[in-house]
């Protein structure tokens, strides 16, 4: 049971977010991590990459972020899917990850998944 | 009465879904510790780690910030009000600028975006679960939330949702 306003940003992968996934949905609050491949200073855009997968982060209210290509960076926001069906996640924070094990990361998050949906099912 | 106080000073490593979910012990006296239960197991005192997504700051009273671990958003509280408190008028005056320093210390290092191993009371308020923060400590090796999530699942497998004979 959420006890704040603020809302958790689910974990997910970039893969997760193709257009059949559940996490799909217009406003959703989302945790995503992947490799900076481009950013404008102009739109205050970034792509972040993972494997095939991509999403487009709007940084503009980040503070104290500097943004540098082929770092991994992760960012908790809420997911604007636009009239095209392209998803943009608006961000409200965001920190650089280099470092972090992504093959650790995805697995627990794997496990994680499977922890959380069998003691929703046991209570 | 020992399964009760079993884990009563120790910070318990919970997944912020679990914390949220635990329920409070109706307490039998008012000399009773404030505990919360789940699956029989009673808790007294939680960590947390997790990314900082809002701070609200009340100067000189206290400071108030949710962490994200990914499941959940638990509700920090930290008490900044201790040169004013009646509660901390019964202490030594350098033993509470001690405690005041240190929370005013915690309280900088609480910033949005940043990653923090909190630890402090499991408490209510508005029958919400919260923690009242006993300490604070930013981590930057991106690789302890998903350290903390195994503790947290290997823990719960292992200790709490275990029945003890």
């Not at chain 1, 961000?91 to 959380?116: E, T």
């Not at chain 2, 700051?57 to 499941?71: A, I, R, S």
């Not at chain 2, 400590?137 to 350290?147: F, G, Q, W």
């Amino acid at each position: 049971m959420e006890s704040s306003a603020i809302k958790s940003g689910a974990l997910v992968s970039l893969q997760d977010l193709h257009q059949s996934s559940p996490f799909f949905k217009q406003g959703a609050s989302l945790r995503v991590t992947g490799k900076l491949q481009e950013y404008s200073v102009e739109t205050s855009i970034a792509i972040v990459v993972d494997g095939n997968a991509k999403l487009k982060i709007n940084t503009q209210h980040l503070r104290d972020l500097s943004f540098r290509v082929n770092s991994i960076y992760q960012f908790i926001g809420e997911l604007l899917i636009q009239p095209d069906d392209e998803a943009i996640l608006q961000a409200r924070v965001g920190r650089n990850v280099d470092g972090i094990d992504l093959n650790l990361y995805h697995q627990s998050l794997q496990l994680l998944r499977q922890f959380q949906a069998d003691h929703l099912s046991t209570t | 009465m020992e399964q009760l106080h079993r884990l009563y000073n120790t910070h318990v490593k919970l997944l912020a879904f679990d914390l949220l979910s635990l329920t409070q012990t109706p307490s039998h006296s008012p000399s009773d510790p404030i505990s919360f239960s789940r699956r029989g197991t009673f808790f007294f005192r939680a960590e947390t780690v997790g990314t900082i997504t809002s701070r609200e700051l009340k100067p000189n009273k206290f400071l108030k910030f949710t962490v994200d671990d990914g499941t959940g958003c638990i509700v920090c509280v930290l008490w900044l009000n201790q040169l004013v408190s009646p509660y901390f008028s019964r202490c030594s005056p350098p033993s509470v600028r001690l405690i005041a320093q240190m929370a005013s210390h915690f309280a900088a290092e609480v910033r949005l975006g940043v990653v923090a191993r909190v630890r402090g009371r499991i408490t209510s308020y508005r029958g919400a679960v919260q923690i009242t923060v006993s300490d604070v400590v930013v981590e930057r090796d991106p690789n302890v939330e998903t350290l903390h999530w195994l503790e947290c699942m290997s823990l719960a497998s292992k200790c709490f949702d275990v029945r003890l004979s």
